[in-house]
């Protein structure tokens, strides 16, 4: 079978992306295909109960589909995966992507569930960062990781491969960052490196690097895992004299501004996180405002906010803003791991005055010290891995009165709604944020009401 060539018609696509396809009660996975197409498809891989395959041949097309409009992607990079569709429809497979794990992981199946489910929809977050450009799956993302090769060559990864692509640029990046990528591959970029770019507001751009190895190499440091945790190096003193060339505003090395709105501008270095999307953060300050306007016009005026894995506290900042403009007021309290974010956050707050602390902790040890405590509106931002069982269960106990609860993995996103609902939360608003343009990736945000 392995050998073998089949023809296969789509009925989906999967939360990875890829389409999910049926023969002979085998399900089968073929990334690059649309609902309704129809293709000849090589096994690449299979299990017992389903396989992987590559496109041999399209047989027939869906009318959605249209040229790849990433030249990286196009030469088989894994960056832009969705991006043979257009916006609109990829927002639609998306809405589809996130309603199937709401059901599935979240358990939200039952009849009562279908009119919450009906009015989730993905989000549009707006125009590219890059102003005049027309399409939006382009030129948006503000941080990029890149790796270049055993020559110095700089591009990305193919999918589910070590190799990288050279030959063509992926075009989520913003020209700052495109710019820098030639500069620094012409000056002689590090090899076999991971290496980050971020643009800031102000047009710099911000470049940090380390050593990768590459599959099956001599293990450094003990153990593989090790050599890829350490620090990003600065490629401070390698690459300084590329600051201005080419008309380009390069800030090697350094921290780079970003805004939510004035006068909230915060510093971090090019390997801190941030989202992606400059847009993104707007539109999840957005849900925030609307929640804490909503509490402080409902009576409570002055508010009690956590802004959990809140990073540099950004969310939590416009929960203190909207709470004013509403006439109220606002203390917040973030807690975040990453000394970056904490310094830059206290930094912020400090310069403006703000009533935000920012913690040092994990979110788990923080809940269990501050059980006492009834806040208003929680924010929760997690990683991937979202927050479980035990972080929502602390929650549980200080009976939050309104949560905004974010998820960089709709998987783990719609577990962790189901364990809110099953703890009595009540769910009364879920949307998609279309952060990712003409990729799989889905974020998204739920507003939950206290415990009833």
């Given amino acids: 079978m392995t050998e073998g060539t089949i023809t296969v018609t789509a009925d989906a696509i999967a939360h990875g992306g890829e389409a999910i396809c049926r023969n002979e009660g085998l399900v089968v996975f073929?990334?690059?295909?649309?609902?309704?197409?129809?293709?000849?498809v090589r096994i690449t891989s299979a299990k017992k109960s389903f396989a992987r395959a590559e496109i041999v041949e399209l047989v027939s097309?869906?009318?959605?589909?249209?040229?790849?409009v990433c030249p990286a992607a196009a030469a088989g990079a894994g960056c832009c995966d969705l991006a043979y569709t257009t916006s609109a429809h990829a927002r639609a497979l998306k809405t589809e992507?996130?309603?199937d794990q709401l059901r599935r992981l979240g358990g939200f199946s039952a009849a009562?569930?279908?009119p919450v489910l009906d009015d989730v929809g993905v989000r549009d977050i707006g125009p590219s960062a890059h102003p005049g450009e027309q399409d939006e799956m382009q030129r948006w993302r503000t941080v990029a990781r890149w790796h270049s090769d055993?020559?110095?060559?700089?591009?990305?990864?193919?999918?589910?491969?070590?190799?990288v692509v050279t030959e063509d640029r992926c075009s989520q990046v913003v020209p700052e960052i495109a710019a820098a990528v030639e500069l620094i591959e012409s000056a002689g970029a590090p090899k076999d490196a991971e290496i980050v770019i971020a643009a800031g507001i102000d047009g710099d751009v911000a470049v940090q690097w380390r050593r990768t190895e590459k599959p099956g190499s001599p293990r450094r440091g003990g153990t593989r895992g090790r050599a890829q945790r350490r620090r990003a190096r600065s490629a401070t003193a390698a690459w300084k004299a590329l600051d201005g060339r080419g008309g380009l505003p390069t800030a090697v090395g350094r921290a780079l501004e970003h805004e939510l709105m004035p006068p909230w501008i915060w510093h971090l270095e090019a390997s801190a996180f941030w989202q992606a999307h400059r847009s993104a953060l707007v539109a999840y300050a957005d849900v925030v405002r609307e929640s804490a306007a909503a509490l402080v016009r409902g009576g409570r005026e002055e508010l009690r906010v956590w802004d959990l894995y809140g990073g540099v506290g950004a969310l939590g900042s416009a929960a203190l803003d909207a709470a004013t403009f509403a006439g109220g007021r606002a203390r917040v309290t973030a807690v975040e791991?990453?000394?970056?974010?904490?310094?830059?956050?206290?930094?912020t707050a400090r310069r403006i005055g703000a009533d935000l602390d920012i913690v040092s902790s994990d979110v788990r040890s923080w809940l269990e010290g501050s059980a006492d405590v009834m806040p208003d509106l929680v924010i929760t931002d997690p990683p991937r891995a979202g927050l479980g069982a035990d972080v929502i269960g602390e929650l549980s106990r200080s009976n939050p009165g309104t949560i905004v609860h974010i998820g960089c993995d709709i998987a783990s996103f719609a577990r962790d709604l189901g364990l809110f609902a099953d703890a009595g939360f009540g769910v009364e608003r879920i949307q998609g944020i279309?952060?990712?343009?003409?990729?799989?990736?889905?974020?998204?945000?739920?507003?939950?009401?206290?415990?009833?």
């Fill in 150 to 163: 055993s020559s110095g060559r700089i591009g990305v990864r193919r999918a589910g491969s070590h190799r």
């Fill in 97 to 99: 992507i996130l309603r």
């Fill in 61 to 68: 097309a869906s009318p959605e589909r249209r040229p790849i």
């Fill in 337 to 347: 791991t990453a000394a970056p974010a904490v310094i830059a956050g206290r930094d």
């Fill in 30 to 40: 073929v990334p690059g295909l649309l609902p309704g197409e129809t293709a000849a």
């Fill in 112 to 114: 009562e569930w279908e």
């Fill in 434 to 452: 279309d952060a990712f343009p003409g990729t799989h990736h889905l974020e998204a945000v739920a507003v939950l009401s206290g415990r009833s």
